[in-house]
């Protein structure tokens, strides 16, 4: 199984504290390095975690709020002088996408490497490779806003003894059974059902800022949970959602584990978050900076 990791490298609301910064979610798998949002002072919370800037390829915005979006300009700018050759992707709202763009350009800035800038619209795939890929799942905010979902194919594996047993050893004959294509062998059909068996991918969902909404199932859901339930009526004037909320979220979707994220500032204790998302959600966890976890 090939690692997975996600590292929390801002995990407030709004405005940073001494403990937190703002939201930025940096995820590792086979090579590959995305960021999802990148509030301010993004590049040296990467710093911090032992992660190099320069090797980011893809950033996925999800909304254009202060909170979310002051950190790229720095981060960019720091790219080009560390002389970055590789192209780098930015995902961001259709609607704001332009704005994103005026915010990095608001300084004289020509960079030294390919900066492709991709509108994200609706339910759609916007990164596909061999193993994974990522799709964008609209959200529900004052702007326009999506959640971002690494997803991890399903793979076949061959049942070796079965295999074995008939006395089946052509590498070709394993590599259409692990496509899920049948074979024919020594006038026999050997289907991918008898000789394999499916390994389902894992995901995790990135879902800030919003009101609850429905979602596609995930295994590990990183969700808005700006404030307690006593503050539901702030909650629902801001269009956030509360920790009961994001248990419920996780709940539903039948997910392995939960984790808080975008805290409001005036939150300073984990327990009292705890105590209300374990009445609904047992496994749930209040994302820490600096915090990496690896996805199993
Ligand atoms: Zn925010
Ligand atoms: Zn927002």
Do not use: C
Not at 218 to 245: C, G, P, Q, W
């Amino acid at each position: 199984m090939q690692p997975l990791r996600i590292t929390f490298l801002g995990t407030s609301g709004s405005v940073p504290t001494k403990e937190r910064g703002l939201p930025a979610l940096y995820l590792e798998y086979e090579g590959r390095r995305f960021l999802f949002d990148v509030g301010e002072g993004t590049q040296r919370q990467l710093l911090l975690a032992g992660k190099s800037p320069t090797s980011i390829d893809a950033i996925f915005i999800t909304h254009f709020h202060g909170d979310h979006v002051f950190g790229l300009p720095g981060l960019l700018h720091s790219m080009q002088l560390n002389d970055r050759k590789k192209p780098l992707y930015i995902f961001a709202p259709k609607s704001t996408i332009h704005r994103i763009r005026w915010l990095v350009h608001a300084i004289p800035f020509s960079p030294s490497f390919p900066v492709i800038w991709k509108p994200v619209e609706g339910n759609s795939i916007l990164w596909d490779e061999k193993l994974f890929y990522i799709e964008s799942v609209p959200l529900k905010h004052s702007t326009e806003v999506y959640g971002y979902v690494f997803r991890e194919k399903d793979r076949r594996k061959l049942k070796k003894e079965e295999l074995d047993r008939i006395g089946v050893k052509d590498w070709r004959i394993y590599r259409k059974l692990k496509a899920g294509e049948s074979v024919l062998w020594e006038g026999r059909e050997l289907k991918p059902e008898d000789f394999t068996y499916v390994v389902k991918g894992r995901s995790v969902g990135y879902f800030v800022d919003t009101v609850p909404v429905e979602l596609p199932p995930v295994d590990y859901v990183i969700h808005d949970a700006t404030f307690l339930s006593n503050e539901e009526k702030k909650a629902r004037e801001t269009l956030h959602s509360t920790v009961r909320e994001a248990a419920e979220v996780a709940k539903k979707l039948g997910a392995k584990k939960l984790f808080l994220f975008h805290i409001s500032p005036r939150y300073r204790e984990e327990e009292e978050l705890l105590r209300e998302a374990r009445e609904v959600f047992e496994n749930v966890e209040v994302a820490k900076d600096l915090q990496t976890v690896e996805l199993l």
